[in-house]
């Protein structure tokens, strides 16, 4: 069972609504196992990365939606949220012409975008 998403990032400041929109779409997606609608919000929905998020009877979307229950981190480029477990969710921010997507998940903290999560909160 998925809760909710947070509003609001680690400092209390609410999340723009271009942000909010694909965060609550991803975490939907996931907690729903619709694949295919987390596909139109993924920047690179390829058949290797899909197949990783179905690995294991969807175990990994179950950690996707998780994560976005998570206070994000705000930043220039978008939002990073971090579990606590080392996964970690990384949405563009977009443009006026093109909504914001999931750049990255990973269930390991060995990605680039880790940094931002120790230095945030260290575990």
Do not use: K
């Not at 443009?95 to 680039?112: E, I, K, M, R, Y």
Request: aromatic content about 4%; some cysteine.
């Amino acid at each position: 069972m998925c809760g909710a998403i947070r509003m609001v990032d680690r400092t209390g400041r609410p999340i723009a609504e271009q942000l909010v929109v694909p965060v609550a779409a991803v975490h939907d997606a996931a907690c729903h196992r619709d694949y295919e609608a987390l596909s139109e919000w993924m920047e690179n929905p390829s058949g290797t990365r899909m197949a990783e998020l179905r690995a294991n009877d969807g175990a990994p979307l179950t950690i996707l939606a998780q994560t976005l229950e998570g206070a994000a981190i705000t930043d220039q480029g978008g939002l990073t949220y971090c579990h606590p477990h080392g996964a970690i969710a990384v949405f563009s921010r977009g443009t006026p012409a093109h909504q914001g997507q999931l750049t990255v998940f990973t269930l390991t903290g060995d990605n680039p975008m880790s940094a931002a999560c120790y230095d945030a909160s260290p575990r």
